[in-house]
Every structure is written in C-alpha cells, then in structure tokens.
C-alpha cells in the first residue's frame, strides 16, 4: 500500500506551502525510560506510582494504528519487530513503521540517574539490520520485512571534542544507512547542559547547526525531514526557508496542557513546520485516539487549537473520563519542558502563543455548562460523520 508519509511527502518538496502536514506518534518512551515508560495505569491513584505494562504499552500501539490518524508511528526496535515483522500490520496500513536508530546517553533517563545531567554520548543499541528484519545480518530480500525509517538524533553542547565524537557517530551511521537502503530523519536536540549556550543565541546555535552539518551531505545522505524544538516564529520561518528540501519538524517535549500541545502545533505549522512528534503529550493524555484526533485536524487546518481543546473535553464528558485537569486550567499555557530529563532548563521560545485563537461565530463565554456539551457533541459528530 502507497504510503501517507511518501505522497506528503513528495508534495511538500513540491510546494512548501501545501497544507499537508505529517503526524507521528512517538511510541519509541522504552528506548529512554524504565518501568515507566508505557505511562500511568487507569487504575493508579495519586503517588501511588501504578504503570502499564509494555503488553498494553503495545496494545495502544496496535489501536493507534487501526485509528490511521497519524501517518507515522515510531516504536523501539523490539516493538518494531513484533508490530511490523512478526504481526505485519503496517502491510496493508497507509501508516509508516519507524523505529528509534540510535539512543545518546541524555535520553537514559531511569530512576537515580546522573546521566542526563552530564553531556550526551552518542550511542547505538539497535542495528540498522535489526530494524530492518530483527537479526544480526539480513539478505537483500529481508530488509523490507521491517521498518526502511528510523529516528537519529544529535545533542551538541559546544564542547569541540564531545561534538566531534557526535558528528563521526553521525557520520557512520549514514554511510551504513545509504549502503543498506535506510531512509532516517534527524533530532536535534537543544544542549543538555546549562550554559552551553546563551539562551538568545540558541535557536540561531541550532539552526547554523544544522545547516552546516548538512552542508557536505550529498541527497544519498541527508535525512528525510528534521525534528526540533519548537524555538519560535522566527528560527521556524528561518529554516523553513533555508532549503525547500530540508523539510522541519517539531518535537513535543513533556506533558504540559492539552492547549501546550494543540497551540504548539498549530503555531508551528503557522511559521513553517511540516511534520510534528509526539510522544509524552500523547501518551500521557486521558483518551489517547481523541488526543490524536484533534490533533489531526488541528494539522490539516480544520479546527483552532483552542475550539480543539473545548472540544476534547466535550469527549471526555461524554466518554465519562474524568480529565486531569479543569477546562480553564486546561486552556493554558505552561511551557513545559523539552529535555528527557527534564533539567536542562531549555524551553521552546514561543512568544506568539500566548494569543488566543477566536471564533467569531460562537461566544463560549454566554453558554451554559450542558450548552457547551452539546455544541462540541455536535461539533464532534460532524467532524466523526
């Protein structure tokens, strides 16, 4: 089956002001976290600690896939080889299997570690072979039972030799991934150590990055599309029109609010992003298809972000889910933070989200509780129909 991700794609590189936009879910959390990394159980209660298993982190996985909402899912390599090799179920699905190529040590985040306070050391748990068909070595012909896309990322800290080693480990991994038929897409994530770089310097640090490291990268090479932290209007606009081929994305970072979420991918798109990764603020969300739902059609321009949250809650009301938070609490911003660890202290510049998206035709504020139910159980029927 043709896939979303390839025709997106493709019309993206044709004209970057499309309205396509490419989705992912980012099921790849047991490549940084422990025991915690599926999310909390429905069952825990407050500090109680209670996580999913891997066997309902995966189940998840298997419904996000069926919702076909997303165009690609990333997954660990050892979810990619039951999913993908063993099950198949990307065969007849217009959805992309991808899986996580590389793990620096700033994402090793499990309970008491120092890891992610020191600076990032490239490092490589799975083979390109092993995402390919799950073993040491694969044939020409197996090397499409698995994923053909993978997830590399790239923490500099302005340090000359840490970013050296950075940049050969870089380096090695695309002269195997264009030997083996790998198509990947590049991370890059802010410093991980405080001070690395003046905070007004680093979305400009990042974006020279970036282009420059690119530079000598002939289009055997280079990666499909980037994925970033969303440092604001100016460095999107900035690289989105640095070279039509270099297609950005945008990383999620922690949890936050569901408008942190909604508001972040609407503004990016705004300023140029064409693709958005989302792990912890799909995983960690009350109704993770609903979640995904609205973000599709925030992406595709179909719904503002701010009506999206409304409605959101509308559906979990009418699921009887009891959200994390109230509506109003919900409806804020709380720039949440974009490390793994959570103590790099980096956060996304985002100036412009602070403005409040309208619509001119409702007014939310003369409604009644059961009159804003049913406006977003209309609105959701007909967004369903």
Known sequence: MQKWLDQKIARIKADPNCNDFILADAKDADMAYGISAPGQSPEHHSREGKFRTLAEYREIIRKVIRQAKVDIVLMSAS???????????????????????????????VTGNRYSQQPARPFRT??????????????????????????YSVTFNNDVELDLVTLEAFK????????????????????????????????????????????????????????????????????????????????????????????????????????????????????????????RLIADGEI?????????????????????????????????????GGNSGFVPVTADLKSTARNDDIDFSKMSPKEKLEWNRKRWNRILS
């Open 304 to 340: 503002p972000a701010e009506e999206a949250v409304r409605a959101y809650h509308g559906v979990l009301q009418e699921l009887g889910i009891k959200p994390y938070r109230s509506l109003e609490e919900d409806l804020q911003i709380t720039n949440p933070s974009v490390s793994y």
């Open 126 to 151: 799975a083979t390109i072979d092993h995402i390919q068909c799950g073993k040491y070595e694969c044939t020409p012909a197996e090397r499409r039972l698995g994923a053909d896309l993978g997830l």
């Open 172 to 295: 090695s991994f695309r002269l195997e991934a264009e030997q083996k038929g790998f198509r990947y897409f590049l991370e890059v994530f802010n410093p991980n150590m405080p001070g690395a770089v003046p905070p007004e310097k680093l979305g400009q640090f990042i974006n020279d990055r970036i282009v420059r490291d690119l530079a000598g990268v002939t289009k055997a090479g280079r990666p499909l599309f980037l994925k970033v932290v969303y440092q604001g209007p100016k460095f999107m606009e900035q690289l989105a029109s640095y070279d039509p081929d270099l297609i950005p994305g945008i990383l999620g970072g922690s949890s936050g609010t569901t408008y942190d979420a909604f508001k972040m991918l609407q503004d990016a798109k705004k300023y140029g992003a064409r693709v958005a990764l989302y792990g912890r603020k799909i995983n960690n969300s009350e109704h993770q298809l609903a979640f995904i739902s609205f973000l």
């Open 79 to 109: 979810t990619n080889e039951i999913l993908t090799i063993e099950e198949r179920l990307f065969d007849d699905s217009p959805l992309t299997p991808a899986a996580r190529a590389n793990d620096t040590t700033d994402i090793h985040v």
